[in-house]
């Protein structure tokens, strides 16, 4: 702010208009852009221009419904971007006839903890716990991807086709104990003990039949995904997924089988912190049509 501030106040044709949201552009009768409606203080006022409008805005990583025409699961990715992001910006650009690209264009995390408050809302905080032996499955209670894999964006991918887009990282205290004698269990200590921020997705059993009613997931498939996860440790060769055992890199610090006298699970969701879909524009950002013509006044930054 100390730099924007200054030059600001050195250039008596910039103006900051705040508290005030933009909800419609103004076009001519030739379909050129020349202001916009908005909402204020004191109600609704318009600004005229002389040149055109440039939008700066556009981002969707707060409106789960819209990522929800776009992504398959998308609704139902938490919603992690500034409140401001809910494409709004794009909306207003598309009534005047402007094109979109890129919108199914829509990373996510696959370590997303959901809001004690707003089901939509949530953080970053994985758990890690896969790293010292722990396992992923979807609500099906099945694996469906290599939990290890060091290409971060297959795994999100992996989750984003998982119904409704949520997991449960299954571990045990043997897992839990290995992790933190390696001191990866930093989001561990911080967000998933008994008064953190994470215990209401926590889940615990004494048996894994007990953990499967916990997170309603099937107990016939979390015990036989837990048994051929248990052969393939044993085995000690690359399993389905192509995940490796007895390896030592970032990713695993442990191996470790899933056994114990009682089994734990996290909930989490793919979560989206921004969006990369947007308007049609030219080398120039002018807006473009659906056709690809240049909406005249009309640009996107």
């Given at each position: 702010?100390?730099?924007?501030?200054?030059?600001?106040?050195?250039?008596?044709?910039?103006?900051?208009?705040?508290?005030?949201?933009?909800?419609?552009?103004?076009?001519?009768?030739?379909?050129?852009?020349?202001?916009?409606?908005?909402?204020?203080?004191?109600?609704?006022?318009?600004?005229?221009?002389?040149?055109?409008?440039?939008?700066?805005?556009?981002?969707?990583?707060?409106?789960?419904?819209?990522?929800?025409?776009?992504?398959?699961?998308?609704?139902?990715?938490?919603?992690?971007?500034?409140?401001?992001?809910?494409?709004?910006?794009?909306?207003?650009?598309?009534?005047?006839?402007?094109?979109?690209?890129?919108?199914?264009c829509i990373p996510t995390f696959p370590?997303?903890?959901?809001?004690?408050?707003?089901?939509?809302?949530?953080?970053?905080?994985?758990?890690?716990?896969?790293?010292?032996?722990?396992?992923?499955?979807?609500?099906?209670?099945?694996?469906?991807?290599?939990?290890?894999?060091?290409?971060?964006?297959?795994?999100?991918?992996?989750?984003?086709?998982?119904?409704?887009?949520?997991?449960?990282?299954?571990?045990?205290?043997?897992?839990?104990?290995?992790?933190?004698?390696?001191?990866?269990?930093?989001?561990?200590?911080?967000?998933?003990?008994?008064?953190?921020?994470?215990?209401?997705?926590?889940?615990?059993?004494?048996?894994?039949?007990?953990?499967?009613?916990?997170?309603?997931?099937?107990?016939?498939?979390?015990?036989?995904?837990?048994?051929?996860?248990?052969?393939?440790?044993?085995?000690?060769?690359?399993?389905?997924?192509?995940?490796?055992?007895?390896?030592?890199?970032?990713?695993?610090?442990?191996?470790?089988?899933?056994?114990?006298?009682?089994?734990?699970?996290?909930?989490?969701?793919?979560?989206?912190?921004?969006?990369?879909?947007?308007?049609?524009?030219?080398?120039?950002?002018?807006?473009?049509?659906?056709?690809?013509?240049?909406?005249?006044?009309?640009?996107?930054?």
């Open positions: 702010h100390a730099v924007l501030d200054k030059l600001v106040a050195a250039d008596s044709r910039i103006e900051f208009i705040t508290l005030t949201t933009a909800k419609e552009l103004i076009a001519n009768e030739k379909g050129q852009i020349i202001g916009v409606k908005a909402v204020g203080p004191n109600g609704e006022v318009e600004y005229t221009s002389k040149k055109g409008v440039i939008v700066c805005t556009g981002g969707y990583s707060s409106n789960s419904k819209l990522m929800g025409q776009y992504a398959p699961e998308g609704e139902y990715y938490l919603a992690g971007g500034a409140p401001g992001a809910d494409g709004y910006g794009i909306y207003m650009m598309q009534k005047v006839g402007a094109g979109v690209t890129g919108m199914d370590m997303g903890m959901i809001s004690r408050t707003d089901p939509t809302k949530g953080q970053i905080a994985s758990t890690y716990t896969w790293k010292a032996g722990a396992i992923t499955v979807n609500k099906n209670g099945e694996r469906f991807c290599n939990e290890t894999e060091d290409v971060v964006s297959i795994r999100e991918v992996a989750l984003e086709k998982q119904p409704e887009a949520v997991l449960y990282d299954i571990y045990t205290d043997k897992v839990l104990a290995d992790l933190a004698a390696a001191g990866g269990d930093i989001f561990m200590r911080f967000y998933f003990n008994e008064q953190g921020a994470g215990a209401h997705v926590m889940y615990s059993g004494s048996t894994i039949e007990e953990l499967a009613a916990a997170i309603n997931v099937p107990a016939e498939n979390l015990k036989k995904t837990i048994e051929d996860y248990n052969a393939a440790v044993e085995k000690g060769e690359p399993d389905q997924f192509g995940r490796e055992f007895n390896v030592s890199n970032t990713y695993n610090i442990a191996t470790n089988k899933i056994e114990g006298e009682k089994f734990y699970a996290i909930r989490l969701h793919a979560l989206c912190v921004m969006t990369l879909g947007g308007v049609t524009a030219n080398t120039d950002m002018q807006v473009l049509d659906e056709a690809g013509n240049v909406i005249p006044g009309l640009y996107a930054a």
